[in-house]
């Protein structure tokens, strides 16, 4: 498939942010990606433009029954301007096993791949150059057919977008404070937990909102069905160190498989640390914290890489995790990974994908 590039003319070229003060998700560049679906004809008109408004019915399906999914991987810059991608087919993979799970259709691995190529390349002046900060890459799917009445759409959107990011953590490497929620849950069995689908994020709003009201910068989910074992921490997968044993809940339909998890757990095992998946129970994490043999628990996720832990809050006591300061691991795992997406470090995985 031949992907069409119409360049915004530079009169129209945005100003580029100051790369000290990025954020995440303030920025977008200046050109998109997006592709058309209409049943029997297949994906149509791929095409990069200038980044635009969309146009949509009133009835256009996404906005009624919530037939919408969506990615989230980098783009970073070497040493020498290299332009890399981390382990991108995973994302591309993902959001097929996303679209197969709402009914939408699935998008050739091929064209996939050659779309961010060729989209973030062309934007390449846009990845910034800040230690840390890198090049946010959203690709995204929606319904459009025109219609009411709940089925499966005929008509889809394809596009990708990307603006350039901060380094998360601004101000250095700081534990977050987490809220366990037993009350709302994230995702139930045979639901749409494993998947990134649009509506999971606006079901878990409600408990992000109280958890902030009281000073929690994070919601940590726990099972549906028994409301014990932990599952994962606001849209971030989650660890916890306690003795030697490095544990992670496993995947099995309410866990997003997060790239970065898959990362951690590659890598420790790498590093000689005994990582696991396995369920394990609020009250065990918490109890591992009154013995003093919990060493360390963080989040993983694209956005922040590893985002460690320092404060439980669950059934009205808070708890505090290694003193409330960033673990050993937490620190080792988040600088090698970052090296190896920087393209600083030798990538014995083969996760980094140089596309210029
Ligand atoms: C995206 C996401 C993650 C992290 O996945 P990565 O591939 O590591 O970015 C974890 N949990 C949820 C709910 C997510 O949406």
């Known amino acids: 498939m031949k992907i069409k590039i119409i360049k915004a003319l530079p009169k129209y070229l945005k100003p580029k942010p100051d790369e000290k003060k990025l954020g995440f998700g303030q920025h977008f560049t200046d050109h998109m990606f997006t592709m058309k679906y209409r049943e029997g004809d297949g994906w149509y008109d791929p095409v990069i433009e200038p980044y635009h408004y969309l146009q949509l019915d009133p009835t256009a399906m996404c906005l009624h029954y919530g037939q919408e ?52 390349v062309l934007e390449k002046e846009w990845i910034p150059r800040e230690k840390g900060a890198s090049l946010y890459i959203r690709p995204t799917m929606i319904a459009t057919e025109p219609a009411l009445g709940v089925h499966p759409a005929s008509e889809y959107l394809f596009f990708i977008i990307c603006g350039p990011v901060g380094a998360y953590y601004a101000h250095g490497f700081g534990p977050t404070k987490i809220y366990v929620s037993d009350d709302c849950v994230r995702a139930a069995p045979g639901g ?43 849209t971030s997968n989650i660890f916890f160190m306690i003795g030697d044993r490095l544990i992670t809940p496993p995947l099995g339909g309410t866990i997003l498989p997060g790239v970065t998890r898959d990362s951690v757990l590659k890598l420790a095992a790498h590093l000689g640390v005994k990582a696991e998946e396995s369920r394990i129970a609020i009250t065990e994490v918490i109890s591992a914290i009154e013995e003093g043999t919990l060493r360390d628990a963080f989040a993983t996720g694209t956005a922040a890489v590893i985002s460690p832990v320092g404060q439980i809050f669950y059934h009205n006591r808070e708890y505090l995790i290694n003193d409330g300061k960033t673990g050993e691991l937490a620190e080792k795992l988040y600088h090698e990974i970052l090296q190896i997406q920087y393209g600083l470090k030798e990538d014995p995985f083969g996760w980094r994908m140089r596309i210029a």
């Not at 958890?211 to 028994?226: C, F, I, K, N």
């Open 69 to 120: 999914i969506f990615e989230g991987l980098k783009a970073y810059r070497g040493t020498n301007d290299e332009i890399y991608l981390f382990r991108p087919l995973e994302n591309i993979r993902r959001m097929n096993v996303s679209a197969e799970r709402l009914c939408m259709p699935p998008i050739d691995e091929t064209v996939f791949l050659d779309a961010l190529k060729q989209f973030v």
């Open 192 to 234: 749409t937990g494993h998947v990134k689908a649009a509506g999971n994020y606006a079901a878990s709003l409600y408990a992000s909102r109280i958890a902030s009201a009281m000073g929690y910068t994070q919601v940590l989910w726990l099972d549906a069905r028994e409301n014990r074992y932990v599952e994962e921490v606001g």
